[in-house]
């Protein structure tokens, strides 16, 4: 995500089927170092212990797939929807827990036998007819409908469903998932998807992955989709709007999907032209584009203030610049491919975007990214840019302030200089392809980096990341 929740230029403030069988396992072993969402107990408890975010995710069991069958018209803002999710227990459940939020349940099935619920905030909580064992599969099917809204973060800006003036801008970090399907709403969680969304003719619904078909008939559009990489729930999008659609393919095979509000067309169509060249940059930098399908969903949405990098297809509130795009695609690999396990380590995501941003223009005839560096560097202690470390932004409305983004690309450049280009590049190939469809922890990415280049960086590391106040230079 790039801030204010707009992503800006790197010297401005910032703010705010294979693949799939194999997660389960490295799912289900990080969700039991989760601690408090994997007790002893058969009930899954409601949150997995995220210290920012305690009541995201739930234990007990690992989402595999999920159906979502959605209905949306934006004349009345009404929402229908059918979610199916296919799981796995992770412990003998007598109960469990699925993050949804201000949607009406009308019905609710585990194995496709009736199973009572009731809600508790954010949480819709489930006890089936008879207790799941540890290791079985099973299925729940909620339907639902209402009139969707955003959640409020506590930076004060809002995600999840927002309305608008033709249909809905649809972005769910770090929380608002739940505002439009029952989720397992933590990074820690992964899953394929099949979207089928039903909107009016003349309008468009663009969510994640390959479009498999869409279909007209009595004055309505049913659009398909699947994303069949896992992908956490808040990079699920199915955004709604009338967008002017150009689909293509890369000489690379990748399919790219456009979609774009026509208000924002000519500002768009230059920086969208580039995404082929600048996903074959970053490939050549971070290793393979991790997924089958690519685009960018431009929509016009001045209330919203930033872009979220949806996986496989970001999603703009207006046209974006050249750094947004760069900073949007490179999440694919950091933040989408590679997740979280907790939202404190956020700058593994932010921090690595923007120093792509950094790198992008500096190999492109911009300023070095020494340069930027510096520039930054000069701010007195005072600046905000020093207010906290970012490996540690103290709570989640800080996790998409300055410090995360600007400090975070810093301290990649601080581990540049000490290790040697060559070095440095070798240890964003690793990240990625070690942990690719997967997670990874600050403290991993520190031995990795001691690993390939050779060198004891963690003294460095930690100081930039967890340093309080400004560092002393390098």
């Not at 996903?279 to 584009?289: A, I, R």
């Not at 990874?440 to 031995?447: H, L, S």
């Amino acid at each position: 995500m790039r801030h204010p929740r707009s992503r800006t230029t790197t010297t401005t403030l910032l703010r705010r089927e294979a693949v799939a069988a194999i997660v389960p396992v490295a799912v289900a072993a990080l969700l039991i170092a989760a601690g408090p969402a994997t007790a002893a107990g058969p009930t899954g408890t409601s949150g997995v212990g995220d210290p920012y975010f305690p009541l995201a995710g739930n234990g007990g069991y690992h989402v595999t797939h999920y159906g979502l069958t959605l209905g949306y018209d934006p004349g009345s803002r009404h929402l229908t929807g059918t979610a199916v999710l296919t799981a796995r227990a992770t412990q003998r459940l007598t109960r469990f827990d699925l993050d949804f939020n201000g949607l009406k349940v009308t019905g609710l099935t585990v194995d496709h036998v009736k199973a009572a619920y009731k809600r508790d905030g954010q949480e819709l909580v489930i006890t089936p007819k008879r207790a799941l064992r540890k290791g079985e599969r099973f299925r729940v099917t909620v339907t639902y409908n209402g009139t969707p809204g955003p959640v409020t973060d506590p930076d004060g800006s809002l995600d999840g469903w927002i309305p608008t003036d033709d249909g809905a801008f649809v972005a769910g970090e770090p929380q608002g998932a739940m505002t439009w399907f029952p989720a397992n709403n933590h990074p820690l969680d992964k899953s394929a998807y099949d979207f089928a969304i039903t909107v009016p003719k003349d309008r468009v619904a663009v969510a994640n992955g390959v479009l498999l078909g869409r279909r007209t008939a009595n004055g309505k559009t049913t659009f398909r989709w699947r994303q069949t990489e896992p992908m956490a729930a808040y990079l699920a999008t199915a955004t709604v709007g009338k967008f002017q659609v150009k689909q293509y393919t890369t000489r690379d095979g990748l399919k790219v999907y456009d979609a774009v509000d026509p208000r924002e067309a000519t500002a768009a169509a230059p920086v969208l032209n580039k995404l082929p060249s600048v996903l074959e940059w970053e490939s050549k930098l971070f290793g393979p584009y991790p997924f089958r399908a690519a685009g960018s969903i431009v929509d016009h949405a001045p209330n919203v203030g930033y872009a979220l990098e949806t996986q496989s297809r970001p999603v703009y509130d207006s046209a974006p610049d050249l750094s947004t795009l760069v900073h949007e695609s490179a999440h694919q690999w950091f933040g989408d491919s590679v997740s979280l396990t907790s939202w404190k380590d956020i700058w593994l995501n932010e921090g690595f975007a923007t120093y792509a941003e950094w790198l992008y223009a500096e190999q492109h005839g911009g300023d070095t990214a020494q340069k930027t560096f510096d520039a930054l560097y000069a701010r007195p202690a005072t600046d905000g840019l020093w207010a906290f470390p970012p490996g540690d932004p103290g709570s989640g409305a800080h996790i998409f302030d300055t410090p995360v983004y600007a400090r975070g690309a810093m301290t990649l450049h601080v581990l540049r200089t000490a290790v040697g280009d060559r070095a440095f590049l070798r240890i964003l190939r690793a990240w990625a392809a070690q942990h690719r469809y997967g997670h990874g922890t600050t403290a991993q990415f520190e031995r990795l980096a001691e690993r390939e280049s050779g060198k004891n960086v963690g003294p460095l590391l930690q100081t930039w990341l967890y340093g309080k106040g400004k560092p002393a230079k390098p």
